[in-house]
């Protein structure tokens, strides 16, 4: 077990997702972040918040964030991301989910984010 197959499992190329499956591509790659899955790939999650195999580190940053990829402009999120809240924060400022996620190693927060944010996608499509 490897980095290869975690991302096989949580993460396939944001090149290949649209936008309409942004967020459930991003919630996908934090379901991996969970203990059992890290534990089941023999990945460890390093002091900076990324996974490694020990050869290998799979970077959680914009780059490889659906979400940024159709909603991140100029080094920052455009209101439009589904993860910034109504008073403008975004996921990264201090007390949002992708920061606890990052300061904490608990994936929870961000999870429920991205499941509230993929509910009121789909009220807004119906």
């Given at each position: 077990m490897s980095i290869r197959t975690w991302k096989r499992e949580f993460y396939?190329?944001?090149?290949r997702c649209k936008k309409a499956d942004a967020l459930a591509h991003t919630?996908?790659?934090?379901l991996g972040t969970r203990k059992a899955a890290i534990a089941r790939h023999s990945v460890q999650k390093t002091v900076d918040g990324d996974l490694t195999d020990g050869e290998t580190v799979f970077y959680f940053v914009d780059k490889t964030c659906?979400?940024?990829r159709f909603y991140h402009k100029n080094?920052?999120?455009t209101p439009e991301c589904p993860l910034v809240t109504k008073s403008g924060k975004?996921?990264?400022n201090d007390g949002q989910p992708f920061s606890i996620w990052v300061e904490t190693?608990?994936?929870e927060p961000l999870i429920r984010a991205l499941r509230r944010a993929i509910k009121k996608q789909a009220v807004r499509r119906s």
């Open positions: 396939s190329p944001i090149s919630l996908k790659k934090y659906a979400l940024c080094h920052t999120c975004r996921c990264t190693g608990d994936p």
